[in-house]
């Protein structure tokens, strides 16, 4: 069965990076775009960003242009989400899931939890 | 950005009731129009994409429509674990902009 598992929560002083990790299985990886979506405490999912595994190309939202990286290990089926200049703005739960170009989004990881405090 | 404006942003229902939820885009987006459903602590659900196309799995008492720019989720016969917040997600446009939530109530 198709499995997102996404990496530990994390807590983060401003000003540092947080890197998110979620490996997929039960689906063949490079077949499938993944996007990733945050969602702050009581509020509306945030679409960031999509990277395609089979070659990398990455599209981000303006938003986050400058401050996300999205790679992929295609031999360990994970995708990462690397978010930097942490401010407490960036607290949130951090999705990635699977998808196509367009955001039909069929599976998603279980989400990570990402605290920014001084 | 799109925008994409819900309504109502909560609603309680019972068994059975018939239920619409309903999403305006600030501009034209096709039939560009996905809906989720979310539950506490969970990620959301796909239920509804390209406006009108049921995802695998759904039930069938969930369905969508689509009006120049206007969109509409419908739950036929409302069932108990129909509860949670709905949004819609605008794919037309690369912000894939979501609404603001329709916390639905059973």
């Known amino acids: 069965q198709v499995q997102l598992e996404q990496s530990g929560a994390e807590v983060k002083r401003p000003g540092a990076s947080v890197k998110v990790s979620c490996k997929a299985s039960?689906?063949?990886?490079?077949?499938?775009?993944i996007h990733w979506v945050r969602q702050a405490p009581g509020e509306v999912p945030e679409w960031m960003g999509i990277?395609?595994?089979?070659?990398?190309?990455?599209k981000y939202a303006q938003k986050f242009q400058g401050r996300v990286t999205l790679t992929t290990d295609t031999a360990a089926s994970t995708a990462y989400m690397e978010l930097g200049s942490l401010s407490s703005d960036d607290t949130a739960v951090y999705f990635c899931?699977?998808?196509?170009?367009?955001?039909?989004?069929?599976?998603w990881g279980q989400g990570t939890l990402v605290s920014v405090s001084s | 950005d799109i925008q994409m404006t819900q309504s109502p942003s909560s609603l309680s229902a019972s068994v059975g009731d018939r239920v619409t939820i309903t999403c305006r885009a600030s501009?034209?987006?096709?039939?560009?129009l996905i809906w989720y459903q979310q539950k506490p602590g969970k990620a959301p659900k796909l239920l509804i994409y390209?406006?009108?196309s049921l995802q695998d799995g759904v039930p069938s008492r969930f369905s969508g429509s689509r009006s120049g720019t206007d969109f509409t989720l419908t739950i036929s016969s409302l069932q108990p674990e129909d509860f949670g917040t709905y949004y819609c997600?605008?794919?037309?446009?690369?912000?894939?902009?979501f609404g603001q939530g329709t916390n639905l109530e059973i």
């Open positions: 899931a699977r998808g196509e170009l367009l955001p039909h989004l069929d599976y």
């Open positions: 039960g689906y063949t990886f490079t077949y499938y775009y």
């Open positions: 990277i395609n595994p089979n070659g990398g190309d990455t």
């Open positions: 501009q034209s987006i096709s039939s560009y």
């Open positions: 390209g406006a009108t």
């Open positions: 997600q605008q794919s037309y446009s690369l912000s894939y902009t």
